[in-house]
Nanobody, 126 residues
Framework: VQLQASGGGSVQPGGSLRLSCAVSGATVDSYSIAWFRQAPGKEREGLACISSENGNAYYADFVKGEFIISSDNVKKIVYLQMSALNPEDTAVYYC????????????????????WGQGTLVTVSS
C-alpha cells in the first residue's frame, strides 16, 4: 500500500484546512488509516484513525472535536478536516496505514502503523 498526503499550507489562527490521504495499492478498507503530526522538536503524535472494520472513527482526547476524519472509499481518499486551528497545530501531518482488513484501529501509537505517507506541512500563523 502507498499513501500520499496533501492539502497542507498556511492558514491564519482560527482557520480551517482539509488534508487528504490518497491510498493506492490497496482498498481503503484493507487497512485502518490514521493521521499523525510531528511538530519541530516534538514526538510524532496520533490524531485520529478510521477503522477498516466498520468505518468508525477514533480520536485523540486533545483533538476535542475540532478534527474530523472521514473516508471516500470510491476515491480511495481519507480526509482530515481541521478547524479552529492555532499556532500549536503547526506541524508536518502524516497519514499511515495499519492493522488489516476488517479490523479495528490499532490505536494511535506510531509503532502500530507499518505504512506511511510523506507528510504535508501545515503552518498556522498570523
Amino acid at each position: 500500500v502507498q499513501l500520499q498526503a496533501s492539502g497542507g499550507g498556511s492558514v491564519q489562527p482560527g482557520g480551517s484546512l482539509r488534508l487528504s490521504c490518497a491510498v493506492s495499492g490497496a482498498t481503503v478498507d484493507s487497512y485502518s488509516i490514521a493521521w499523525f503530526r510531528q511538530a519541530p522538536g516534538k514526538e510524532r503524535e496520533g490524531l485520529a484513525c478510521i477503522s477498516s472494520e466498520n468505518g468508525n472513527a477514533y480520536y485523540a482526547d486533545f483533538v476535542k472535536g475540532e478534527f474530523i476524519i472521514s473516508s471516500d472509499n470510491v476515491k480511495k481518499i481519507v480526509y482530515l478536516q481541521m478547524s479552529a486551528l492555532n499556532p500549536e497545530d503547526t506541524a508536518v501531518y502524516y497519514c499511515a496505514a495499519g492493522g488489516g482488513y476488517y479490523q479495528s484501529c490499532p490505536g494511535l501509537g506510531p509503532n502500530e502503523y507499518d505504512h506511511w505517507g510523506q507528510g504535508t506541512l501545515v503552518t498556522v500563523s498570523s
